[in-house]
């Protein structure tokens, strides 16, 4: 059984950066997606970004070029770096894993694919 352990949120103001981690433990696999997902108040919950075990990344559009997702298999943990953040990033982060088996099309990162869910991690971006 996986789990997984997210740490890194916090409350910034508008443009800084802030870095998320998920820490990954239990009987993982060489088959694996991870991915950050969103959820605002009031909103649905949205993949971010995710990776794959040969090191593909996907991103949504709304954080191309502000977000990086990246892991360390030595540490097993995966990372969210996210740059120049704006009020609308404000929300629950959580970090989600699919492991053992490929997820079809996973760059579309759909929830109902990932099987294994952290507790989550709260952003705030202040204006």
């Known amino acids: 059984q996986v789990q997984l352990v997210e740490s890194g949120g916090g409350s910034v103001q508008s443009g800084e950066p802030l870095s998320l981690s998920c820490a990954v433990s239990?009987?993982?696999?060489?088959?694996?997606?991870i991915a950050w997902f969103r959820q605002a108040p009031g909103k649905e919950r949205e993949g971010v970004a995710g990776i794959i075990n040969d090191g593909s990344t996907t991103y949504a559009d709304s954080v191309k070029g502000r977000f990086t997702i990246s892991q360390d298999n030595a540490k097993n943990t995966v990372s969210l770096r996210m740059n120049s953040l704006k009020p609308e990033d404000t929300a629950m982060y959580y970090c989600a894993g699919q492991f053992g088996k490929v997820i079809p099309a996973w760059w579309t990162l759909i929830e109902a694919d990932f099987g294994t869910w952290g507790q989550g991690t709260q952003v705030t971006v202040s204006s």
């Open positions: 239990g009987d993982t696999t060489s088959n694996y997606c």
